[in-house]
């Protein structure tokens, strides 16, 4: 038993993060300005251990934006290969859906965290996140409309 418990602990690890993408009524896409990086980002963050892609957006979108969400859809699945001191990784982008009027008047950020939030454009959003970002972003709006789930390698 403690062979096969040590075989499982000397597996690689990989890094994993997890978010939602809304759009509100309008079609413009919601991003989270993070209060210490330089890019925006969706609502979402790190999967913690022992804590499935699905339940880590979930908690996410709660501690970030304050919704409460199901999400049931993957929008986009991306690897990440290791790069420089970043390791390798995966994120999912979960279907998160378009926010009424009243869920946006709704949204509270953490201020320790987010310092702001915004609806923006396609185009906008590859001004403010970074590039591999923007493309999981145009991917996931193109699976939105193909009822299919997007995978990507970079």
């Not at 602990?9 to 994993?16: A, D, G, I, V």
């Not at 251990?49 to 979108?61: F, H």
């Not at 999912?92 to 009243?102: H, M, N, P």
């Amino acid at each position: 038993m403690n062979d096969r418990k040590a075989w499982y602990e000397s597996l690689p690890k990989k890094r994993m993060g997890s978010g939602a993408l809304f759009l509100n009524e309008q079609g413009s896409l919601l991003l989270v300005n993070p209060t210490y990086k330089p890019q925006w980002e969706i609502p979402g963050g790190l999967v913690e251990l022992n804590e499935s892609p699905r339940t880590a957006c979930i908690r996410e979108v709660k501690e970030e934006i304050g919704l409460k969400i199901e999400p049931e859809r993957i929008l986009c699945l991306h690897y990440l290969h290791a790069e420089e001191e970043r390791t390798e990784g995966i994120m999912f982008i979960f279907w998160g859906g378009v926010l009424t009027a009243a869920e946006i008047a709704s949204i509270r950020l953490p201020e320790s965290e987010l310092s702001e939030f915004r609806f923006v454009s396609i185009e906008e959003a590859a001004q403010l996140v970074t590039p591999q970002m923007s493309n999981r972003l145009q991917k996931s709006l193109e699976a939105l409309s193909t009822e299919k789930m997007i995978y990507l390698e970079s």
